[in-house]
């Protein structure tokens, strides 16, 4: 068959291959239409794709048994069988005449090969390695011919392993994978120095020994260029090929003559593997005939391109590819681009220039593979050049500074160095103190530090003491912030280096624990903090008099972690060692005020909130007076003081206390710093509680987008953020926004698995729907709490009662409640609850009215003194409902005062003033003439009542924190 038709028949064939069964039948008709005979040739060959022949697996000829371990050949015994190629077999051998000792790797041509070039080939591999003596390139031993007349070469036995194998399983970076690739290059060029070209390079033949040394092997097909008649002849694409396809130069291909720079394209194959881990070309099949015309005619990709989409092996060494890509982007993908140039003139002269170009590379000098323009080289001046160039400015700045204040340095004396544990408290008070721009954003601080992290990776990977102390300090930073996630990943980053060294100081070690304890805490991990700081308890009590600084700041962060867990005594314990320290061996003021204010917030914890707000209100006095009025700890200090005016309900006081933290945080620590975050929710629920709905709004209003922005639109804050914006929107009356934004909460808190969370704004949302009329709904949403929470408290049986009222059910609310009383036999808000479901009841006796007349009235009276009171408010409501009938002027009064009292509590309404004034828009006029009958849940006015205020101290309590806290 003639070679032309034979290239059209596999072109032909390859591509009905990759066609499925009806397409493959399709082309073959179109195919038929313009050459039958072709088609029929076609045919045959795809008939032969599931045939089981096994005729062409059968050999002609058998072979002779090839040698065996512990034969001897010449004066060499066998041992292992290394390897076997087309030509011959690699043997371990030991010499075993008794001249003298030696290992070697024994090759020896295949036994029964009458192929006469074979044997020229074998011979001239030993002339060839004859003449080459290079560390790189494995020698030539001895070389005879056996008694039975079996050729063999004795070689240098290479420990080793392929050169793409050995940089995989080191993870290599690129220097050093380049550098030993120069050691190719380097046992090529002294091949070709002495008129050798390998001509058949592949990392198969390229072994590296354990210390990293390359030896190049296998000259079996290499090519004499002072060769003579007597060499075999080059064999074309259509005789037996005995180069290796994937390695092989176009020439190759084409059956040309070779030269060195077939060499050279090899070389280019073989180092874009090392950079990228696959071959040049990405084919459809990988057939023969594929590889050759990508070979001939294919672009290769870019290496840079090629590490991104992925390749074969591994060639990523710990790193990012998009890292990795970038570092080959120009002058690599230049280098082996041009190596792998279609025609040779194109490429490197020879395998010394290809390495040459490499170390210009790695020197940061321009390479001959890129244009040589201005910037370019400009480009490469100042990379090379940027550490003397910046020491110039510097040095330049330096003395320019020098000048400016040549008169006031002689007047100061050389200072000793600051150690670093003051520099380091010097930095993150720097920032903790720095302001901030309008927009939230830090003043540069962010892009500052992330530059410092990125630097001392680079800079100080080889001095992991002094990175970690940087760790440290940045993590400080990052606490400061707010960025409590960061600051965990560098403080672990710092621990694992601490882990690694044997020398690191004893307080680096301690203030590296009592940073990571922290931001546990801070991150609501009470149990993981109290781990972190126990298990380094005795080395802070011996540490205690060379470092009271740090071990001051240990007790402090594991004393608010007890307290956190309610053990007040042991963090009282701490604080009070910690004060002691910072009083007498540190005289450190602020670190004083700071255990003051925890001192303070434990009388919170132990229900005396006066005597907490004495102790924070003189910590305040005493901060301002040592720092001013702009210090950080001033925003917790007025957190705490509003807290505790909160529970003690002095509303506006706290609503003034809370605002002027949010105030200072704002300025200070930005917007969008968690703290401000925190503050300005809570300051609106305190202005809810106060009455100044809109104001509320607003400022929720304005906190859901930064909270978004810095948590995500589905984390738990996000969903407080929702539940505050429903309790405005309901104390403004506007029911189905409020209903929209609770069940936004709702989804959220369903999706964390908040269960606590999730039933207040249950609970929240059911009081909408009651006051909405959806008493039906508002039962199953009270359901699902019942299920969540498993024990109800009082507000949800006020509401399950109100929706069982709304559906005339009196009976039914009346046995849940009486369940309740015997759990909690004197709580005089059930005894009031129960006592409004009796006079709602038409059914309940004399007695049990004139007993709930007189529950109702103790209410009004031995309730907390604030006449704002929720609780009282309710039972004032209640008692004026049930005197409409039976005493119409005594409950114009009640509601005349009612009245009153919220509109000074809520002048922009609210829940409690709506259900008021439905309550006195149904009650007759005291001048009416009506019968007097017993009042009913007939209505829903009537029977709405008795849900909770919402606005008012209701919403503040929900909110109320438990304790105050620093950070």
Same mark, same amino acid.
């Given at each position: 068959?003639?070679?032309?038709?034979?290239?059209?028949?596999?072109?032909?064939?390859?591509?009905?291959?990759?066609?499925?069964?009806?397409?493959?039948?399709?082309?073959?008709?179109?195919?038929?239409?313009?050459?039958?005979?072709?088609?029929?040739?076609?045919?045959?060959?795809?008939?032969?794709?599931?045939?089981?022949?096994?005729?062409?697996?059968?050999?002609?000829?058998?072979?002779?048994?090839?040698?065996?371990?512990?034969?001897?050949?010449?004066?060499?015994?066998?041992?292992?069988?290394?390897?076997?190629?087309?030509?011959?077999?690699?043997?371990?051998?030991?010499?075993?005449?008794?001249?003298?000792?030696?290992?070697?790797?024994?090759?020896?041509?295949?036994?029964?090969?009458?192929?006469?070039?074979?044997?020229?080939?074998?011979?001239?591999?030993?002339?060839?390695?004859?003449?080459?003596?290079?560390?790189?390139?494995?020698?030539?031993?001895?070389?005879?011919?056996?008694?039975?007349?079996?050729?063999?070469?004795?070689?240098?036995?290479?420990?080793?392993?392929?050169?793409?194998?050995?940089?995989?399983?080191?993870?290599?970076?690129?220097?050093?994978?380049?550098?030993?690739?120069?050691?190719?290059?380097?046992?090529?060029?002294?091949?070709?120095?002495?008129? +050798?070209?390998?001509?058949?390079?592949?990392?198969?033949?390229?072994?590296?020994?354990?210390?990293?040394?390359?030896?190049?092997?296998?000259?079996?097909?290499?090519?004499?260029?002072?060769?003579?008649?007597?060499?075999?002849?080059?064999?074309?694409?259509?005789?037996?090929?005995?180069?290796?396809?994937?390695?092989?130069?176009?020439?190759?291909?084409?059956?040309?003559?070779?030269?060195?720079?077939?060499?050279?394209?090899?070389?280019?194959?073989?180092?874009?593997?090392?950079?990228?881990?696959?071959?040049?070309?990405?084919?459809?099949?990988?057939?023969?005939?594929?590889?050759?015309?990508?070979?001939?005619?294919?672009?290769?990709?870019?290496?840079?391109?090629?590490?991104?989409?992925?390749?074969?092996?591994?060639?990523?060494?710990?790193? =990012?590819?998009?890292?990795?890509?970038?570092?080959?982007?120009?002058?690599?993908?230049?280098?082996?681009?041009?190596?792998?140039?279609?025609?040779?003139?194109?490429?490197?002269?020879?395998?010394?220039?290809?390495?040459?170009?490499?170390?210009?590379?790695?020197?940061?000098?321009?390479?001959?593979?890129?244009?040589?323009?201005?910037?370019?080289?400009?480009?490469?001046?100042?990379?090379?050049?940027?550490?003397?160039?910046?020491?110039?400015?510097?040095?330049?700045?330096?003395?320019?500074?020098?000048?400016?204040?040549?008169?006031?340095?002689?007047?100061?004396?050389?200072?000793?160095?600051?150690?670093?544990?003051?520099?380091?408290?010097?930095?993150?008070?720097?920032?903790?103190?720095?302001?901030?721009?309008?927009?939230?954003?830090?003043?540069?601080?962010?892009?500052?530090?992330?530059?410092?992290?990125?630097?001392?990776?680079?800079?100080? #990977?080889?001095?992991?003491?002094?990175? #970690?102390?940087?760790?440290?300090?940045?993590?400080?930073?990052?606490?400061?912030?707010?960025?409590?996630?960061?600051?965990?990943?560098?403080?672990?980053?710092?621990? =694992?280096?601490?882990?690694?060294?044997?020398?690191?100081?004893?307080?680096?070690?301690?203030?590296?624990?009592?940073?990571?304890?922290?931001?546990?805490?801070?991150?609501?991990?009470?149990?993981?903090?109290?781990?972190?700081?126990?298990?380094?308890?005795?080395?802070?009590?011996?540490?205690?008099?060379?470092?009271?600084?740090?071990?001051?700041?240990?007790?402090?962060?594991?004393?608010?972690?007890?307290?956190?867990?309610?053990?007040?005594?042991?963090?009282?314990?701490?604080?009070?060692?910690?004060?002691?320290?910072?009083?007498?061996?540190?005289?450190?003021?602020?670190?004083?005020?700071?255990?003051?204010?925890?001192?303070?917030?434990?009388?919170? =914890?132990?229900?005396?909130?006066?005597?907490?707000?004495?102790?924070?209100?003189?910590?305040?006095?005493?901060?301002?007076?040592?720092?001013?009025?702009?210090?950080?700890?001033?925003?917790?200090?007025?957190?705490?003081?509003?807290?505790?005016?909160?529970?003690?309900?002095?509303?506006?006081?706290?609503?003034?206390?809370?605002?002027?933290?949010?105030?200072?945080?704002?300025?200070?620590?930005?917007?969008?710093?968690?703290?401000?975050?925190?503050?300005?929710?809570?300051?609106?629920?305190?202005?809810?509680?106060?009455?100044?709905?809109?104001?509320?709004?607003?400022?929720?209003?304005?906190?859901?987008?930064?909270?978004?922005?810095?948590?995500?639109?589905?984390?738990?804050?996000?969903?407080?953020?929702?539940?505050?914006?429903?309790?405005?929107?309901?104390?403004?009356?506007?029911?189905?926004?409020?209903?929209?934004?609770?069940?936004?909460?709702?989804?959220?808190?369903?999706?964390?698995?908040?269960?606590?969370?999730?039933?207040?704004?249950?609970?929240?949302?059911? #009081?909408?729907?009651?006051?909405?009329?959806?008493?039906?709904?508002?039962?199953?949403?009270?359901?699902?709490?019942?299920?969540?929470?498993?024990?109800?408290?009082?507000?949800?049986?006020?509401?399950?009662?109100?929706?069982?009222?709304?559906?005339?059910? +009196?009976?039914?609310?009346?046995?849940?409640?009486?369940?309740?009383?015997?759990?909690?036999?004197?709580?005089?808000?059930?005894?009031?609850?129960?006592?409004?479901?009796?006079?709602?009841?038409?059914?309940?006796?004399?007695?049990?009215?004139?007993?709930?007349?007189?529950?109702?009235?103790?209410?009004?009276?031995?309730?907390?003194?604030?006449?704002?009171?929720?609780?009282?408010?309710?039972?004032?409501?209640?008692?004026?409902?049930?005197?409409?009938?039976?005493?119409?002027?005594?409950?114009?009064?009640?509601?005349?005062?009612?009245?009153?009292?919220?509109?000074?509590?809520?002048?922009?309404?609210?829940?409690?003033?709506?259900?008021?004034? #439905?309550?006195?828009?149904?009650?007759?006029?005291?001048?009416?003439?009506?019968?007097?009958?017993?009042?009913?849940?007939?209505?829903?006015?009537?029977?709405?009542?008795?849900?909770?205020?919402?606005?008012?101290?209701?919403?503040?309590?929900?909110?109320?924190?438990?304790?105050?806290?620093?950070?």
């Amino acid at each position: 068959m003639e070679r032309t038709r034979w290239q059209r028949l596999s072109n032909a064939l390859d591509a009905l291959l990759d066609l499925d069964g009806d397409a493959r039948i399709a082309r073959l008709a179109e195919i038929e239409t313009e050459d039958a005979d072709f088609a029929r040739d076609l045919r045959n060959l795809l008939a032969q794709e599931h045939t089981e022949d096994t005729l062409l697996d059968s050999p002609l000829v058998t072979a002779p048994p090839g040698p065996r371990e512990g034969e001897q050949v010449g004066p060499y015994r066998l041992e292992t069988l290394l390897g076997e190629g087309g030509m011959g077999q690699v043997w371990v051998a030991e010499r075993a005449d008794g001249l003298y000792e030696r290992r070697v790797a024994l090759k020896l041509l295949r036994p029964g090969l009458a192929d006469p070039n074979l044997r020229l080939r074998f011979t001239r591999e030993r002339q060839i390695l004859a003449r080459l003596a290079h560390p790189h390139i494995a020698r030539l031993l001895d070389a005879g011919i056996s008694a039975s007349g079996q050729p063999y070469l004795a070689l240098e036995e290479v420990q080793g392993e392929g050169i793409l194998e050995y940089c995989r399983k080191r993870d290599l970076g690129l220097r050093p994978r380049l550098q030993l690739f120069q050691q190719v290059c380097e046992a090529v060029t002294h091949a070709h120095a002495n008129l +050798v070209v390998h001509r058949d390079l592949k990392p198969s033949n390229i072994l590296v020994t354990p210390d990293g040394q390359v030896r190049l092997l296998d000259f079996g097909i290499a090519k004499l260029l002072d060769g003579n008649e007597a060499d075999p002849p080059e064999q074309t694409r259509t005789g037996v090929r005995s180069f290796t396809l994937h390695y092989a130069a176009p020439e190759q291909i084409r059956g040309e003559p070779v030269t060195t720079q077939t060499d050279v394209y090899s070389l280019g194959v073989v180092m874009y593997e090392l950079l990228t881990g696959s071959k040049p070309y990405r084919l459809k099949r990988e057939t023969s005939a594929q590889w050759e015309e990508a070979i001939l005619a294919g672009d290769p990709q870019r290496p840079s391109n090629a590490v991104v989409r992925g390749g074969e092996d591994e060639a990523v060494p710990g790193i =990012d590819r998009k890292r990795w890509s970038k570092m080959l982007v120009g002058d690599l993908d230049n280098i082996a681009l041009k190596a792998l140039s279609k025609l040779p003139s194109e490429r490197y002269p020879s395998a010394e220039a290809l390495s040459l170009d490499i170390q210009r590379h790695l020197d940061g000098l321009p390479v001959l593979a890129r244009a040589p323009s201005f910037g370019y080289r400009t480009r490469k001046f100042l990379s090379r050049h940027r550490w003397p160039i910046a020491l110039t400015l510097l040095i330049g700045l330096t003395l320019v500074g020098l000048l400016g204040f040549t008169w006031w340095q002689r007047q100061q004396a050389i200072r000793e160095t600051a150690r670093a544990q003051a520099l380091q408290t010097f930095v993150v008070g720097l920032f903790e103190n720095a302001g901030v721009a309008r927009t939230g954003k830090p003043l540069d601080v962010e892009t500052l530090i992330d530059a410092g992290e990125l630097r001392g990776d680079r800079e100080l #990977a080889l001095q992991p003491r002094a990175h #970690a102390e940087l760790l440290g300090v940045i993590a400080r930073i990052r606490i400061a912030l707010g960025q409590y996630e960061e600051a965990r990943i560098l403080l672990q980053r710092q621990q =694992d280096l601490l882990m690694s060294l044997t020398d690191a100081p004893p307080g680096l070690r301690l203030e590296a624990a009592t940073q990571r304890g922290r931001v546990q805490r801070l991150q609501g991990d009470v149990h993981g903090c109290i781990a972190t700081l126990a298990s380094v308890e005795p080395r802070a009590a011996r540490a205690q008099a060379q470092l009271p600084a740090l071990v001051a700041d240990y007790y402090s962060q594991l004393a608010r972690c007890r307290r956190a867990l309610g053990e007040r005594d042991a963090a009282r314990s701490l604080f009070e060692r910690s004060l002691a320290l910072r009083r007498s061996a540190l005289g450190d003021d602020i670190g004083v005020v700071e255990n003051l204010t925890d001192l303070a917030a434990l009388s919170v =914890d132990a229900g005396d909130s006066p005597q907490a707000l004495r102790g924070f209100e003189g910590a305040l006095a005493q901060l301002r007076k040592i720092a001013g009025p702009r210090h950080p700890l001033a925003i917790d200090i007025l957190r705490s003081i509003g807290a505790t005016q909160q529970q003690m309900g002095q509303a506006v006081a706290a609503s003034r206390s809370w605002g002027e933290a949010l105030m200072l945080s704002d300025d200070l620590q930005g917007p969008s710093h968690p703290a401000t975050l925190s503050l300005r929710r809570q300051h609106a629920l305190l202005l809810l509680e106060t009455g100044r709905l809109r104001e509320a709004e607003a400022s929720l209003e304005a906190n859901r987008p930064l909270i978004q922005q810095r948590y995500g639109a589905t984390s738990v804050e996000a969903a407080a953020a929702w539940d505050a914006l429903g309790q405005v929107s309901h104390e403004l009356g506007e029911l189905d926004q409020s209903h929209d934004q609770f069940l936004r909460a709702a989804r959220i808190l369903r999706d964390a698995k908040s269960q606590a969370a999730l039933a207040d704004t249950l609970q929240r949302d059911a #009081a909408v729907l009651i006051e909405a009329h959806r008493a039906q709904s508002a039962l199953r949403v009270l359901e699902d709490i019942r299920k969540l929470r498993g024990q109800p408290n009082i507000e949800w049986l006020q509401l399950q009662a109100a929706a069982r009222l709304q559906l005339g059910d +009196v009976t039914q609310a009346l046995e849940e409640l009486g369940i309740a009383r015997r759990i909690a036999p004197d709580s005089l808000e059930l005894r009031s609850l129960q006592s409004h479901l009796l006079l709602a009841d038409a059914t309940s006796d004399a007695v049990s009215r004139a007993n709930a007349m007189s529950t109702l009235e103790e209410a009004t009276t031995l309730t907390p003194t604030n006449r704002t009171s929720p609780q009282r408010l309710r039972a004032q409501l209640w008692l004026a409902q049930a005197l409409c009938t039976t005493a119409p002027e005594r409950a114009q009064s009640l509601f005349d005062d009612l009245q009153s009292t919220l509109a000074e509590a809520q002048p922009q309404g609210g829940v409690l003033s709506r259900q008021t004034k #439905a309550a006195h828009d149904a009650c007759p006029s005291p001048t009416a003439t009506t019968p007097i009958t017993a009042p009913t849940a007939s209505t829903p006015a009537q029977a709405s009542p008795i849900t909770r205020p919402r606005g008012a101290a209701a919403a503040g309590a929900q909110s109320r924190p438990r304790r105050a806290s620093l950070s």
